[in-house]
């Protein structure tokens, strides 16, 4: 008993303490006056002068102290001023008067001052909106000149635009984007996209087109641009070898949320024995790095969609070696729409997996048929089991090496 009684006066000795502590970090004091007009009730025409002060309190705060922008007034009005008993701690009066029929306080207001930054930051710094409508453009060079200037027979395409595309539409699908290549652009907006990117920054620094701008000339939420620059090829003697490489800009023009970045320059390089055997290497390294750099910006810039995620179980057969059934696995984890894969039951020449996916079971059954190993030793053929929703049979045929 004396135990229980001794903890508790201890507990006692700390709390207010602790209290007073936490509300000295979060609280900053301010000196604000408040005035009312004095009617039959000088009590009422106190209540209103201190509550006149503490406003003057927050808004001298808000204002003043946090430097807050007048652009976001009705956004600061709603969620701050007109709810100002939230950011209120505590005041003392300091002092009143009556003036003929003013009536005059002083106060020592103590102002939240964590609870309004917060909530400032998110007045002043929104989420972004979130997007959907994705636009791909792609301009290649010949020289100086945009691609769709040269004529056919002078071209040297490292990139196959359709191609990256495709590749970009399944990934982009399972996270709820959508995305339209656009092969052809006007003039006037391919002209609007060169103005943007040679002249980077004006004089004060800042952009020479807003996103505005785009939204006149291309419908969606946002646009990709991709500046491919001239392939350029050097001999080095050292391996005697051709260097091939593309260099490219990279253009997000958000036009929901009225923003416009311009990514760093990027390369994309391979060595080959000659340029015809050097033509499809770099083709597909940049449209893997292209891909790649667009879905880590997607993924890391906009909302992904979690509520959409789905648990699908596969069930597999035919697998006749363990490593094969391990570069599988490891392939499908590599997938950014795959947030898990587990074991779910193991016999002979039958396993189960559990995979916890953003895609929708169409997209995975288009990648499990599509999948092939480096070597080509065998494939895939997947089809949903038609008396189950979530259930994916998958059948392993060794085609090629039928001795494995």
Known sequence: MKKILLLAVCWLLVL??????????????IIARGSALLAADQTAARREAINDALGNALHSY???????????????????????????????????????????????????????????????EPEKRAVQDIRLIIIQRYGTAPLSTVPLLEQSLPLEPSSLAENLHGELAAYGFMLTYHPNISDELQ???????????????????????????LPGDLAIFIDLQPMEEKHIGTVDKLLLSVDYDMTFVDMKNNSLVILPPAATQVLAESLPAGM???????????????????????????????EIMLAINGFRQHRDFKQFTDELETLRTVGAVRLHALSAGHIELKVSTYATMELLIEWLNRFSPADGSYALRSQLLPSSVDTVLVQVDYAVHPDQ
Not at 69 to 94: G, K, M, V
Not at 104 to 123: G, K, P, S
Not at 199 to 211: F, Y
């Open 16 to 29: 207010p303490g602790s209290i007073a502590a936490q509300q000295q970090l979060s609280n900053t004091m």
């Open 62 to 124: 808000v204002y003043d102290q946090l430097l807050a922008n007048h652009s976001d007034d009705e956004l600061i009005n709603e969620h701050i001023f007109n709810r100002q008993d939230r950011y209120i701690l505590s005041y003392e009066i300091i002092s009143d008067r009556l003036l003929g029929d003013l009536f005059q306080i002083e106060l020592a207001v103590h102002v939240n001052q964590e609870l309004v930054q917060e909530e400032l930051a998110m007045i002043m």
């Open 191 to 217: 002209q609007l996209f060169l103005l943007t990117t040679e002249n980077r920054r004006t004089p004060d620094n800042s952009l020479p087109v807003s996103a505005g701008r785009f939204k006149e000339l």
């Open 280 to 310: 499809p290497l770099l083709a597909e390294k940049l449209n893997a790095q292209l891909k790649n750099q667009i879905m880590d910006r997607m993924l890391r810039e906009y909302a992904v969609f979690p509520e959409n995620e789905q």
